[in-house]
């Protein structure tokens, strides 16, 4: 059974700081890192996609990969109220089909 | 691009009777993907195709869930004999064919069984 955790929350930040959420999966054979957003009764949105261990930064987010400890991380920097939302982690798995974890709840506070 | 449409967007039902959902992926989309979430989860894998084949279905699937897309383009997603476990939020993605490609998601049906 494949599987992805994350720290369900809620993570609290005031704003201006930065939030950082963890992801780990169990499938050694994921080879893409997606990162969604999901604002209360709405869809999931794309926001971050990463597929090489290390670092990508775009903007605000960078997405952090460690393949060896199955390890994917999100940092937002500079915190709005408007990233207010739920982040679901979600390993591409080797059949091509998306897992997704709980989510993390993150609050920024004015 | 018009994105990933799907209807109806609320359906209530009573115990017992089917349902029948509809989803029109990206027209460039060769990959449609069913997703179920309830408050608080994740959304939870249902089942996926690539244009008409159906490449994998969930083993926690019940035999009164199936999907097709018949010409590899709009697919249905029917529940049969509802239950009220059944109620929940009905995702359906989209994506290009390859592992690398993001899912694109529509605004999904909300399923309520009395």
């Known amino acids: 059974q494949k599987e992805v955790e994350q720290n369900s929350g809620p993570l609290s930040v005031p704003e201006g700081a930065i939030a950082s959420l963890n992801c780990t999966y169990s499938?050694?054979?994921?080879?893409?890192f997606f990162w969604y957003r999901q604002y209360s009764g709405k869809s999931p949105e794309l926001i971050m996609f990463?597929?090489?261990?290390g670092d990508k930064e775009d903007g605000r987010f960078t997405a952090q990969l460690n393949k060896a400890s199955q390890y994917v991380s999100l940092l937002i920097r500079d915190s709005q109220p408007s990233d207010s939302a739920t982040y679901l982690c979600a390993p591409g798995g080797s059949q091509g089909n998306l897992i997704f974890g709980k989510g993390t709840k993150l609050s920024v506070k004015p | 691009d018009t994105g990933v449409s799907q209807d109806p967007r609320h359906k209530i039902t009573k115990r017992g009777q089917n349902v029948t959902f509809r989803c029109d992926p990206i027209?460039?989309?060769?990959?449609l993907y069913w997703y179920r979430q309830t408050l608080g989860q994740g959304p939870e894998f249902l089942t996926y195709f690539q244009n008409e084949a159906q490449l994998e279905k969930s083993r926690l699937l019940s035999d009164r869930f199936s999907a097709e897309r018949p010409k590899g383009s709009f697919s249905t997603l029917e529940i049969q004999r509802t239950e009220q476990g059944d109620s929940a939020m009905y995702l359906c993605?989209?994506?290009?064919?390859?592992?690398?490609?993001?899912?694109?998601f529509g605004n999904g049906t909300r399923l309520t069984v009395t």
């Open positions: 990463i597929y090489s261990n």
């Open positions: 499938d050694r054979g994921s080879q893409s």
């Open positions: 993605a989209s994506s290009l064919k390859d592992i690398y490609s993001p899912l694109h």
């Open positions: 027209s460039e989309h060769n990959r």
